[in-house]
């Protein structure tokens, strides 16, 4: 089992950056793929980026290909989430999560740990 806590999030401009980071606990965090995901108000969650265990692989969701870039720590036991360029629509309380598969998923039934999440706003 693995515990996760999101920090970073915060309220920024449009146009700016944040860097959200997940740590996890326990010595199996390489075993696992992580991903972010995304609730805005009123919307279901949703995929933003994943990361495979070892860190070879990475993908991301169209909106925000070349604005987020995830990484991972296995040494550290965090995964990260750079944003820049961030947008109004943006806006959503952001979630890692903990997958047991090699590559992760876009899919969020596939991950059965996830933190509380952290909020990120940002205003036009």
């Known amino acids: 089992q693995v515990q996760l806590v999101e920090s970073g999030g915060g309220l920024v401009q449009a146009g700016g950056s944040l860097r959200l980071s997940c740590a996890a606990s326990?010595?199996?965090?390489?075993?696992?793929?992580m991903g972010w995901f995304r609730q805005a108000p009123g919307k279901e969650r949703e995929f933003v980026a994943r990361?495979?265990?070892?860190?070879?692989?990475?993908y991301y969701t169209d909106s925000v290909k070349g604005r987020f870039t995830i990484s991972r720590d296995n040494a550290k036991n965090t995964v990260d989430l750079q944003m820049n360029s961030l947008k109004p629509e943006d806006t959503a309380v952001y979630f890692c999560?903990?997958?047991?598969?090699?590559?992760?998923?876009?899919?969020?039934?596939?991950?059965?740990?996830w933190g509380q999440g952290t909020q990120v706003t940002v205003s036009s």
């Open positions: 999560a903990a997958d047991p598969t090699f590559h992760g998923s876009p899919d969020e039934r596939t991950y059965p740990y």
């Open positions: 326990g010595r199996t965090f390489s075993t696992y793929a």
């Open positions: 990361i495979s265990k070892n860190g070879s692989r990475t």
